[in-house]
């Protein structure tokens, strides 16, 4: 709930988490605003608005729909709620959307949106349109805490966690701007079984429809896990955006004491950042390595209850030049792969490059080599095409203007805006 403290949020420092407690910005209208809560959340908040129970159990469900099967942000515009009771709702709550600063289009149709949270935090997400998909790059965090060396967002400080309503904001957003909303049919759309890929909605965008999520931008997800949960939770839901578990995709870069949670309690695909396969390197690329290694990894992986043939777990791999690139290093990444006997296939991402790095992409030889040799193996090694890189929207490259302030800055900022608002 956007409206009410946080419980204690772990921010992470170097390696582990440190609890620091934040109190989320109320609005300053003081309304609470609805984005990001499931049906029992918004159930309780219309009894502390003086609800009874019966009341506020229908009307919970019906907001739920508007909310997240409809993408409603007008209480007048919810006709199945009486005159009176839409006014009643306008003056306690809203349903908000995050701020856009900027939209970018890049030569390839892949959108990148620059967004800015109540209390003036920017975060990225990105929208790549394919032929047969159309897959949303969702952030958990303003800023990141794992200082990955080869990745833009790793060079920014950790400012905050972001909460499930601008987590499933950004979702909302982007169907949003994919007009994919339906239309006419005031029918839920119906829950999705586990056990089984959902089609496509039947909904009529501009273009190409948003069918898939990855936890893959700014932060790390499992650093967030509570309010990833939370929100992911609100976007599989049957009876809003009804988005099946097996399209979505978390990423982590190796959080192991989450992993098996992650799968307890998310149930969604597991993407894992490997990048080397050697402890020096990879102590190098992705520091957490030096608290939980390749090995141990690995072995979290094998142990990973959603893994299956029909569910291998996704390896990123990102292409460096004359760093983690070599026959060598393919050769051993199979061994690593079939060690473990883990169903698994290994993304291979041409390194992105961004200002200052001082890494550089593999050559297109020597990736289409790595590739043959993990493909030898057995395991399937597709190479991504780099998306974006004109708008800086490719993978590694999200990075916003925000950095970590103090609370007194904070403070002051807040009574500086105060004041021109008269």
């Given at each position: ?16 988490p ?29 009894e ?20 997240y ?13 009486a ?7 306008a ?5 908000g959307?995050?701020?856009?600063v900027e ?11 620059l ?29 990141c ?13 950790l ?25 006419g ?5 119906a ?54 578990r097996?399209?979505?995709t978390?990423s ?7 992993m ?36 141990e990894?690995l ?10 043939n ?32 883990l169903?698994a ?12 790095t ?56 807040a ?8």
């Amino acid at each position: 709930m956007q409206s009410a403290a946080n419980p204690i949020m772990p921010i992470p420092g170097l390696i582990d988490p440190v609890p620091v407690p934040r109190a989320v910005t109320p609005r300053t209208d003081g309304r609470t605003d609805l984005l990001g809560l499931s049906r029992p959340q918004i159930k309780s908040v219309l009894e502390e608005a003086g609800l009874d129970m019966k009341a506020a159990k229908l009307r919970s469900k019906q907001l739920f729909h508007w909310l997240y099967h409809r993408g409603e942000t007008d209480f007048e515009a919810m006709t199945d709620l009486a005159k009176p009771m839409r006014g009643w709702m306008a003056e306690r709550f809203v349903v908000g959307r995050p701020q856009v600063v900027e939209a970018q289009v890049s030569t390839d149709g892949t959108r990148k949106w620059l967004l800015r949270s109540d209390d003036g935090q920017d975060y990225e997400m990105v929208f790549i349109p394919d032929a047969d998909r159309g897959t949303l790059c969702v952030s958990s965090q303003v800023g990141c805490t794992l200082n990955c060396r080869f990745c833009h967002t790793g060079t920014m400080r950790l400012v905050r966690n972001l909460t499930p309503g601008e987590i499933v904001g950004q979702v909302m957003l982007a169907r949003d701007a994919l007009g994919e909303w339906p239309k006419g049919n005031m029918g839920s759309a119906a829950a999705i079984p586990d056990d089984e890929d959902e089609d496509a909605p039947q909904y009529s965008p501009d273009g190409r429809m948003l069918t898939n999520i990855v936890m893959m931008g700014m932060g790390e997800p499992l650093y967030n896990f509570e309010h990833v949960r939370d929100a992911l939770k609100v976007v599989m839901d049957g009876d809003g955006l009804a988005l099946s578990r097996r399209r979505i995709t978390l990423s982590t870069s190796g959080v192991i004491p989450m992993m098996a949670r992650a799968s307890e309690e998310i149930g969604v695909n597991l993407a894992v950042s490997l990048h080397a396969v050697t402890k020096e390197v990879r102590d190098e690329l992705v520091p957490i390595n030096k608290k939980y290694g390749i090995e141990e990894l690995l072995q979290a992986c094998a142990d990973y209850p959603k893994a299956s043939n029909a569910r291998r777990i996704t390896f990123e791999y990102v292409m460096i030049k004359d760093k983690n690139d070599s026959d060598d290093d393919a050769r051993e990444l199979v061994r690593l792969i079939r060690k473990y006997k883990l169903p698994a296939k290994v993304n291979l991402i041409p390194f992105n490059p961004w200002p200052g790095t001082d890494y550089e992409c593999s050559t297109p030889e020597r990736i289409r080599s790595f590739s043959s040799i993990v493909f030898e193996g057995g395991i399937s090694a597709p190479v991504r095409t780099p998306r974006g890189r004109d708008i800086m929207a490719a993978c590694g490259q999200l990075k916003s203007a925000s950095e970590k302030k103090s609370r007194a800055e904070l403070d002051r900022l807040a009574e500086e805006k105060q004041a021109a608002l008269g």
